[in-house]
């Protein structure tokens, strides 16, 4: 094998980020990748996110870029546009609703048609693959990164509308990505930030985490993400995530499971591999362990540390050059039968049905609960007096863009009732801000309160508990995370919207007002305090 073949393979087993000084242009290092390193594959954030034509100009320069450059195939253009909170279109494109409101809809048909409409907008703007869906079971009600990303806690369930997305994307043309194996779902840490364990041995993953994977592999899946989780019960090496472990990438998931498509890591600047062996080193062992991308989002001199480091291990036989080879083969497989790309693109145009799509699943999957009859629906009066209460957001999972981290909960309850006055504290609210809020829910008759992932903010929990206190008319929104009602089992009415989006929230405000309906059923079960479950 030649040197410079080497490194363009090499080049091609790379999928990485960039910033640049504007959304529709290229940064310098990025461009030097591309061209002279050969690098296949481009992740885009919200930083790389302009309006829809800018977007068309960025993919449209960055695969001219890799055509003359001598690239044989196009670029992967990927994206994180799970829908709901994670989610990096904006300006132009539709705000569909995310996996676990789609779960609550207990209709499978709606994720294909979600997936179809999604494909459809992200391959009229240049981008081709779509990391999507997310097929973690989300058993664990304190995960802090999984949470409303996953369909819910029945493997099954989980299983069933994870292909049904898949396909719906496929169908339009753009590669998906199932996510995270072996799975991310019964963790209690965020490995943006640190290692999570998982403890399951085989038997139990078989029955719970690998499910929605098998029915995907049997289903085409085109390409499989790895988790920076530590299964101890799998990789005999203490804390070696799953993207670095052979056991778990050539045993498990080729071997056992006969997958023999691509395999990306998660981004190798994630702590729990930045802070272990280092992101250069574990490129170097990831593939190694049978991972054919290498994922690097954010610095240019990590992405050229990591190309250096797989080039020189492969000279120096620490990689069998075998394994470059069919890392190489199963990528340029992928580029040859499932790349979609028209560089004679119309403009972008919005399809309308889609805004209706979204609103039609967000009815069938908004949740509510009215425990005490007479409460609904709100009066929106001008003597009705309701004040509105609400964090603002502040805390993000690294995975959500910060872009869309405002709401509009009291806007929104002011297109219905005017009137209505509006209070917001911080995400974790001190004792000044809850006496605050206190002394004017004196003056109201009804109070609405917004949580956003209460069951991590023990001061969103005391304001709650406070309001009910003042022998008020509460009615609680849980913006975020459903498993925040489990802490009020004394609501007499909530809703659940599984996503702080205008739209999910817009609609939930109108079902408190009797102006339309949601039928949707929680998808995982809520444990209340001193209280029966609710599923």
């Known amino acids: ?36 390193h050969h690098v296949g594959g481009i992740i885009l954030f919200g930083r790389n996110i302009g309006t829809p034509e800018e977007i068309q100009e960025l993919t449209s320069t960055l695969q001219k870029t890799a055509m003359e450059s001598g690239h044989e195939h196009p670029l992967f253009i990927c994206i994180d546009q799970e829908n709901g909170v994670v989610r990096r279109l904006g300006e132009g494109t539709t705000v569909f609703p995310g996996a676990m409101m789609i779960g609550a809809t207990g209709e499978p048909e709606l994720a294909h048609n979600v997936g179809y409409a999604t494909g459809n907008e992200l391959l009229g703007l240049g981008i081709n693959w779509n990391l999507s869906p997310v097929v973690d079971v989300n058993n664990n009600p304190y995960n802090p990164v999984i949470d409303v990303r996953s369909f819910g806690e029945y493997p099954e369930r989980v299983a069933e509308f994870g292909v049904q997305l898949m396909n719906g994307m496929k169908e339009a043309g753009v590669i998906t ?13 965020d490995s943006h930030l640190e290692l999570p364990v998982i403890p399951h041995d085989l038997q139990r993953l078989n ?22 989780v530590y299964f101890p019960s799998l990789e005999p090496d203490a804390d070696r995530p799953a993207t670095m ?20 890591t998660d981004c190798m600047e994630m702590k729990a591999i930045a802070d272990g062996v280092g992101t250069a080193q574990g490129a170097v062992e990831a593939i190694k362990a049978g991972v054919d991308l290498i994922m690097i989002s954010h610095l240019p001199e990590l992405q050229h540390a990591a190309i250096e480091r797989v080039y020189s291990a492969v000279q120096n036989g620490e990689i069998e050059e075998s394994t470059i080879d069919e890392a190489y083969a199963r990528v340029m497989k992928l580029k040859e039968n499932g790349l979609n790309w028209n560089s004679n693109r119309n ?29 609904l629906p709100l009066s929106n009066d001008p003597s009705h007096q309701v004040l509105v209460v609400y964090p603002e957001n502040t805390y993000l999972t690294q995975v959500e863009d910060e872009r869309f981290s405002s709401h509009a909960l009291g806007s929104v309850v002011q297109e219905i009732h005017p009137e209505a006055r509006v209070a917001t504290v911080s995400q ?5 801000e809850i006496d605050r809020v206190i002394e004017q829910a004196q003056q109201a008759d009804t109070i609405i309160v917004g949580t956003l992932t209460a069951f991590r903010s023990k001061s969103q929990q005391r304001l709650v508990k406070e309001l009910f206190q003042t022998k008020k008319q509460v009615v609680l929104i849980a913006m975020r995370s459903p498993y925040d009602l489990g802490h009020f089992p004394g609501v007499s009415a909530a809703i659940a919207t599984y996503e702080f989006t205008t ?3 817009r609609i939930a405000i109108q079902c408190l007002y009797g ?7 929680f998808p995982v079960t809520i444990k209340y305090e001193h209280g029966a479950n609710k599923e």
């Open 347 to 375: 403009p972008f145009t919005q399809p309308e049905h889609h805004e209706a799509l979204a609103n039609d699943v967000m009815k069938k999957g908004i949740t509510l609960i009215e425990k005490k009859q007479g409460i």
């Open 515 to 521: 102006k339309t309906k949601v039928t949707g059923k």
């Open 503 to 505: 739209p999910a929230l």
């Open 245 to 264: 472990s052979k056991a778990v990438i050539t045993g498990l998931l080729r071997g056992e499971l006969g997958y023999d498509g691509v395999i990306t």
């Open 177 to 189: 990505t199932l996510k995270h194996f072996p799975g991310h779902g019964d963790t209690n840490l």
């Open 207 to 228: 029955e719970v985490e690998l499910v929605p994977f098998k029915k995907a592999i049997e289903n085409g899946a085109d390409t499989i993400m790895t988790a920076h």
């Open 428 to 432: 974790h609210p001190t004792q000044g």
């Open 1 to 36: 094998m030649m040197m410079d073949t080497l490194r363009k393979k090499i080049g091609q087993l790379m999928v990485f980020g960039f910033k640049a000084e504007s959304p529709s242009k290229l940064s310098s290092e990025i461009h030097n990748l591309i061209e002279n």
